[in-house]
């Protein structure tokens, strides 16, 4: 497995701006597959957005589209989630994963059962 560390959470007023780090071990990192996922209380983890090895592909959940980003940088390890123009309906612990075995694009990137490696979360609250 890889060690993965979340960074960037906090409170924030809707509207507002976040971005958040996730840190990870190992020398391969630029091979994974990277993501976050999200689970607010009670409810599912839920894809949020993906980034194959190179950068060069990225895909979003529908409801945050045009408002979040997802980048990496394979020299520092690090993905990251800038989040803009964030909603209440954003509340939720973030998780980063790796998926270390396919690299690309792959039919179950959205599927939280399809990444090999999780990092603890970081909590986002967005106020009204």
């Known amino acids: 497995q890889v060690q993965l560390v979340e960074s960037g959470g906090g409170l924030v007023q809707a509207g507002g701006s976040l971005r958040l780090s996730c840190a990870a071990s190992?020398?391969?990192?630029?091979?994974?597959?990277m993501a976050w996922f999200r689970q607010a209380p009670g409810k599912e983890r839920d894809f949020v957005a993906a980034?194959?090895?190179?950068?060069?592909?990225?895909y979003y959940a529908d409801s945050v589209k045009d408002r979040f980003t997802i980048s990496r940088d394979n020299v520092r390890n690090t993905v990251y989630l800038q989040m803009n123009s964030l909603k209440p309906e954003d509340t939720a612990v973030y998780y980063c994963?790796?998926?270390?075995?396919?690299?690309?694009?792959?039919?179950?990137?959205?599927?939280?059962?399809?990444?090999?490696?999780w990092g603890q979360g970081t909590q986002v609250t967005v106020s009204s």
């Open positions: 980034i194959t090895w190179s950068g060069g592909n990225t």
């Open positions: 190992g020398r391969t990192f630029s091979t994974y597959t």
């Open positions: 994963a790796a998926d270390r075995f396919r690299g690309g694009y792959f039919s179950g990137l959205r599927e939280p059962q399809e990444y090999d490696s």
